[in-house]
């Protein structure tokens, strides 16, 4: 597969879910071997959307270069994973990534009807060769070699919500062309009883019902309902592939998961890059 940009830049305006502050973002095509980076434009400073630069995962997954953080990356990360888009300047003019409507479609359409531009290069890939896990006391993940009959990324999570909501799995066979219609309108995600305390800790000053499900009684208070029965296992997966994208390629592998987030997808992101036996990176075809 040919390293895929954009053909004109793109922007969104938004408010930031956890900081609450008015964000633009431009999305820009990018040369060949750019990669996916942002530019913090009110403070002229690059930070590459690669897991050596997360610095946080508390609630969200936070990059930074050197003091300079850009918070809540991973939707528009899946979105651009989703898409296959390897080349793209991010231009950000504050410190959150707009939440819009809390999932990763707004940016999908807009992308989609401005359309990509496929680049004189090929893309790599980074194919899993060797099983890698990371565990922690309440869950893990592990990313190991796809079986013969499987292709491209495959997601299987189980997820337990503590009585707070139906317990639920999903498993998602390759990935790719499945992205648009079954992952990327699946929005975030909290729990009534849990408001109080993400406001007591700073968070989601930006957060409504119109950009994030909120359960109580295990249903949601939009009164819309869900946009797909299992959203929230559908949403874990939107956030795997985002967190995914920091390893800098798009995986060939598995990823199975109980009770994941970012602070776990990071960490075996960690795990994967410590041997260069655990994958080969080579080119699409
Ligand atoms: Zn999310």
């Not at 990018?30 to 630069?53: H, L, Q, T």
């Not at 680049?119 to 060797?130: N, V």
């Not at 994208?245 to 890059?273: A, M, V």
Request: glycine letters at 8%; aromatic letters at 8%.
């Amino acid at each position: 597969m040919k390293s895929i940009t954009l053909n004109n830049p793109i922007k969104f305006d938004g408010i930031g879910l956890h900081t609450g502050v008015k964000t633009q973002i431009t999305l820009k095509p990018a040369p060949i071997n750019s990669g996916i980076f942002f530019n913090r434009v009110d403070k002229s400073v690059i930070i590459p959307a690669k897991w050596d630069r997360v610095i946080s995962t508390k609630f969200s997954t936070n990059l930074a270069s050197n003091e300079t953080e850009v918070k809540t990356v991973e939707h528009l990360l899946s979105a651009l994973s989703g898409l296959h888009i390897n080349n793209c300047e991010i231009l950000i003019d504050n410190v959150e990534v707009p939440i819009l409507d809390g999932s990763s479609s707004v940016f999908v359409d807009k992308i989609m009807k401005n359309g990509l531009t496929e680049q004189d290069s090929e893309q790599k890939i980074l194919e899993i060769i060797k099983p890698v896990k990371f565990s922690c006391d309440y869950g893990f993940a592990e990313l190991s070699p796809n079986s013969s009959e499987d292709e491209g990324l495959n997601i299987n999570l189980e997820s337990s919500f503590d009585g707070k909501y139906e317990d639920q799995d999903i498993e998602i066979r390759n990935l790719n062309g499945n992205y648009i219609d079954s992952i990327s309108k699946a929005r975030t995600f909290g729990f009534f009883q849990e408001i109080e305390y993400l406001k007591s800790q700073n968070l989601i000053k930006g957060g409504s019902l119109d950009n994030a499900i909120v359960i109580k009684d295990k249903k949601p208070l939009n009164k819309d309902g869900l946009r797909y029965e299992n959203e929230l296992m559908r949403h874990k997966v939107l956030d795997v592939v985002g967190d995914l994208y920091l390893s800098g390629f798009p995986i060939i592998g598995k990823y199975n998961g109980f009770k994941t987030g970012h602070f776990i997808t990071i960490n075996l992101i960690k795990e994967l890059f410590k041997s260069k036996d655990n994958y080969k990176i080579h080119k699409f075809n």
